[in-house]
């Protein structure tokens, strides 16, 4: 009897490994669609990704290295487990598979009840996360572009106009066009500042690009590890702590602050209360992240640029060769970004300020 497609591989790559599962394989799909396998063998468990991210020589070998090195650092992270024959990674059909070890532990889910434990590891492991990346070789670095890296996103952009005027089949088309303007318009305004002050003055290394609690392992409330290593490169470290908070806040305090009232589409807090929240996320969850790692004043009063620079990162996974069903919800995504960049800057700086004046005014007694 012929395999199907997914058996077929998965005879192949497994062989590949001399690993034998013990029962049924889990299949899940990670964010941007990698694929994931999870199984019980005699050895253990073990997960086996397929690297539709990170699917160049390039950012495979940066991720194995890179995770190594944090091991190496008390950072825990997935341990590569090599094929049979020494490789690394096993190719099948033009994809690259990669097999890790499985962490003790589990990950929530996104529709789970977070408690504040996973805001107090989550925050405390990335202050950890960054002591470890820190001493990566700093000439080893990703080829995504960087958050900083204007004239890269230019170009990124100029590049994008040209495939949306020839797509222009597509309904979500003009819609995606009309975005360009804006996404310059905000590299022209926050150019100067990030270029001349913000550069000079904060951390720039390895970061993980997409940390929050859903990538990390839990175990008896502590948190065990981290994953999902497919947006690592040199950047800032207040674009991590930035997107890290936003998740928490998005995961935990607005749900605890508002319950069920959340699910109502209808349901619109208001700017005093929405603020009040922000306020209480930001301080605490900087407070955790400082017990483990350094983060001056001075770094901290250019948080409010980061959802400026979140909105020029993320602009970069649009694909006009996607389905016009997806470039439309990309091009929604994105515009609700755009809304929202004065605002949440302006929130943040709230936030921030009774950070930076009780630290200023502990200086002066």
Not at 1 to 15: A, C, F, K, S, T
Not at 127 to 141: L, M, Q, Y
Not at 153 to 177: F, G
Not at 244 to 270: E, H, L, M, T
Request: glycine residues 4%; charged residues 25%; proline residues 5%.
């Amino acid at each position: 009897m012929p395999y199907e497609p997914v058996q077929g591989r998965l005879h192949y790559i497994l062989e590949k490994y001399k690993l034998e599962p013990l029962g049924d394989i889990t299949i899940s799909f990670c964010s941007m669609a990698n694929e994931m396998f999870s199984f019980d063998t005699e050895q253990g468990r073990f997960y086996l990704k397929n690297c539709l991210k990170n699917n160049s020589p390039e950012r495979l070998a940066l991720e194995i290295d890179f995770s190594q090195h944090l091991q190496t650092n008390q950072m825990p992270c997935p341990e590569v487990v090599p094929a049979a024959s020494g490789e690394n990674t096993v190719c099948y059909n033009g994809f690259v598979f990669l097999m890790t070890r499985a962490f003790e532990g589990s990950t929530p889910h996104w529709n789970d009840t977070l408690q504040p434990w996973h805001v107090s590891e989550t925050m405390r492991g990335l202050g950890s996360f960054h002591r470890a990346a820190a001493t990566f070789p700093i000439e080893r670095d990703s080829d995504r572009i960087k958050s900083f890296q204007f004239d890269r996103q230019l170009a990124w952009l100029d590049s994008l106009e040209l495939k949306l005027n020839s797509a222009k089949t597509k309904t979500s088309i003009k819609e995606a066009l009309a975005l360009l303007p804006r996404l310059r318009g905000v590299i022209s305004e926050i150019r100067p500042e990030v270029e001349n002050k913000l550069l000079p003055n904060c951390q720039v290394q390895m970061i993980h690009g997409d940390f929050h609690c859903f990538n990390l392992f839990f175990k008896n409330e502590k948190m065990t590890g981290c994953c999902d290593f497919d947006f690592i490169r040199r950047d800032l470290v207040l674009f991590d702590i930035w997107w890290c908070i936003n998740s928490i806040i998005d995961a935990f305090y607005i749900p605890q602050k508002w319950r069920d009232k959340v699910k109502d589409p209808d349901f619109q807090p208001g700017a005093e209360a929405i603020q009040a929240l922000i306020n209480l996320a930001v301080k605490e969850c900087i407070t955790l992240y400082r017990q483990t790692a350094k983060l001056s004043d001075q770094e901290l009063a250019f948080l409010p640029l980061m959802p400026a620079l979140l909105l020029l990162n993320n602009m970069q996974f649009f694909e006009p060769d996607n389905s016009d069903e997806e470039c439309a919800d990309h091009v929604q995504w994105l515009t609700y970004l755009l809304d929202g960049v004065e605002r949440h800057h302006s929130q943040l700086r709230q936030a921030i300020a009774p950070l930076l004046k009780t630290t200023a005014d502990a200086a002066h007694d």
